[in-house]
């Protein structure tokens, strides 16, 4: 069953006098539990259609299909609760909230999604176990590590059982130990049975990925099933 | 997602920037405070006064030459005839639906005698008729009133207010004791109880007499009586003042199209009097107050703008997660109008608490002005909401993805 299934969009910005084509003509399906990376230089329109594939932004002309239902059409709210309920974001820069402490910032989708109070809290702090912050529970992003703020932005992510994990390079402000460990993670992720899109330029982390797409200038350069990267499994990673 | 959530997100949000809540906090304390301490002030100054008033002289108007405060101009002043004492004795005689209908005099600035000793020249000597022991509501502690038969003999008596007991009969009985007010001896024949203080002042330095003994010492001519009239209660306080108003025409010979040359003068009077002065007052103050409150308010709305952007990433992040736009902009308002909302309480308890104290050194009652605190807080919530508007629409139509780009 596919989740995705985008048909001939474009996305025209307007900078100025001058019309940018981020997108010309791109069409792609992503299947439930695939592991999608997406590849290009910047300006390769990479990051439009990350926004677009999060419901941040639409089309300018095309179909965008989300579990069968067209996005292109949809009201700011509707956009706002689909955001809520089917996508979930990794940044590159975590895009966390400074002041609240992991558990909060875990439960902000569950606000907005309306979830009581006592059941919130549980399932976030359910979701910090899972990612090994157990012992980080009320710690604040400032008295975390790189690493463990985007575990912690990985268990917002994972708190609402979205059917998206969209990761925006994140990796990116990671050194490569850490990196590798929260590639580990989503690797776990991925077995469990998410369907996860990576956008990336780098080689290495796209290889984790079992399918990668590439992008230039606006439209799909390739797109291939790979043979995925062995994930050595670090015992840190994994759950305790 | 319902209010109560976006309200505790606006209120952790309020909390997490403490020192930025202080600061706009305090300019709505300032334009609140402002408002309630003056309202305070004056609030208890008219329960002062009224209630002074009241305890003077209950269900008692009187009829003078002029209107001894305002309006009456100079023109009346020296036009007017004087109000004789045989005027008062004619209207007790007509009106008969009063009570009570007396006569009385006062001279001021007065050193009575006794013996070798003296009291300071600030004593009050007042002539009555004996109906006015009644209208001023003085009640004898001990030894007898006076009566008509000594106001028709010009008796050389008279009734001492307890000041005058401290000053000049510390050990003895006054009763029966003759005291001297410039040269003429008097019989002390009562004392009168000692009435409430108004404003921090004693009440109590006068003395006394028939006011045939009192035209006798300062002289009949050229002085205006003053008439006071109690009625029997409060339901016929008004027919009695018409009719007063009505037969004064006819004792002063007053043809139908003349204006009055009389003025009553009653507690309504009197407290609409005070009125004329605090009602100017209380309306200055509503407007600086409502100046500093605006003032305030673009405080406000500057500080919001600011938190806005500096939380542009936090906005984004939030609408990324799935927050809706009236969410965000609920977010924001709520935390204007909380802001506003304790702001106003905080001045409001400070404003009661200050203008209290202030107030005391005037010796007034203690009061809290119900309807300004009313008002007050709803200025408050208003200036949040008008203030709030803006930066609450500004931050709840960021676009998401400038907004997490934003550094």
Partial sequence: MNIINIEHITKIYKVGLEEVHALRDVSLRIDKNEYVAIMGPSGSGKSTLMNMLGCLD???????????????????????????????????????????????????????????????????????????????????????????????????ALVTNPSIILADEPTGNLDSKTGEEIMGLFHEIHEKGNTIILVTHEEYIAEHAARIVRLKDGLIESDERVERRYIPKIKTTVAQ | MNISQTFSIAVQSLRNNKLRTGLTILGVV???????????????????????????????FQIQKNDPTFGGGPRFRETRPDIKIEEAYRLKELLTNAKYVAAEQWQFGIVVKYGNKETNPNIQVAGITADAIKTNNWNIEYGREIRETDVQYSANVCLIGKDIVDKLFPNINPVGQTIRVGGRPLQVIGVIEAQPALFGQSRDNYIVLPITTWQSMYGKYGRSVNITVMSYG???????????????????????????????????????????????????????????????????????????????????????????????????????????FIGGIIGILLGLGIGNFAGSFLNAQTAIPVDWVIIGITLCVLIGVIFGTYPAYKAANLDPIEALRYE
Wanted: charged share 20%; with cysteine.
């Fill in chain 2, 234 to 340: 409060k339901e016929d306080y008004n027919d009695v003042i018409e009719a007063a108003t009505g037969y004064m025409r006819i004792i002063r010979k007053l043809s139908p199209g003349e204006p009055d040359n009389f003025y009553i003068y009653s507690n309504e009077s009197m407290i609409s009097q005070v009125n004329d002065i605090t009602g100017p007052i209380k309306i200055g103050a509503l407007a600086v107050s409502i100046i500093a409150l605006i003032a305030a308010g673009v405080g406000i709305m500057n500080i919001m703008l600011v938190s806005v952007t500096e939380r542009t990433r936090e906005i984004g992040i939030r609408k990324a997660l799935g927050a809706r736009k009236t969410w965000i902009l609920t977010q924001f308002l709520i935390e204007a109008v909380v802001l506003c």
């Fill in chain 2, 30 to 60: 300032v334009g609140i405070f402002s408002i309630i301490v003056i309202m305070t002030i004056i609030t208890m100054l008219q329960k002062s006064i009224e209630e002074g008033l009241s305890q003077l002289n209950k269900y008692t």
């Fill in chain 1, 58 to 156: 639409t089309p300018t002309s095309g179909k965008y299909e989300f579990k069968g239902v067209s996005v292109s059409e949809m009201t700011d709210n509707e956009l706002a609760k689909i955001r809520n309920k089917e996508i979930g974001f990794v940044f590159q820069t975590f895009n966390l909230l400074a002041r609240s402490d992991a558990v909060h910032n875990v439960e902000l989708p569950l606000i907005y999604a309306g979830i009581p109070t006592a059941e919130r809290r549980e399932r976030a702090i359910q979701a910090l176990i899972d990612v090994g912050l157990k012992d980080r529970l009320h710690h604040k992003p400032n008295e975390l590590s790189g690493g463990q703020r985007q575990r912690v932005a990985i268990a917002r």
